[in-house]
């Protein structure tokens, strides 16, 4: 199996897009950064047939040092959560998505 990297998707915008190598990295640095941009205002991101990414907010709690088993006091803190589409979903499971599973 082969992680997708930048570099790769860079590589792939390249063959099918057919802009260049340079061309192709900017477009995917445009892209990561403005869905970055949006998250981190909170927004939420949406790719058709994709999934969906947003930001949760986690409230403070009490965690455990697995080593030591002491208590440890946990901040609040924003996290990114990513929902997949149902396409994607069908498409990781092997079936085939109907026509008005596009969400």
Do not use: W
Not at 16 to 35: D, F, H, K, T, W
Not at 44 to 56: E, H, Q
Not at 62 to 67: E, S, V
């Amino acid at each position: 199996m082969q992680t997708v990297t930048r570099a790769y998707l860079t590589e792939i915008i390249y063959a099918q897009v057919g802009l260049s190598r340079n061309e192709s990295a900017e477009l995917l640095e445009s892209v990561l950064a403005r869905m970055s941009q949006c998250l981190a205002q909170g927004e939420t991101v949406k790719i058709s047939g994709f999934g969906t990414f947003s930001v949760r907010q986690k409230g403070r709690r009490i965690g455990r040092n697995p080593k030591t088993g002491i208590e440890v006091p946990i901040l609040p803190r924003r996290v990114t959560v990513f929902r997949p589409s149902h396409v994607l979903r069908a498409r990781i499971n092997g079936d085939v998505p109907s026509d008005h599973d596009e969400a």
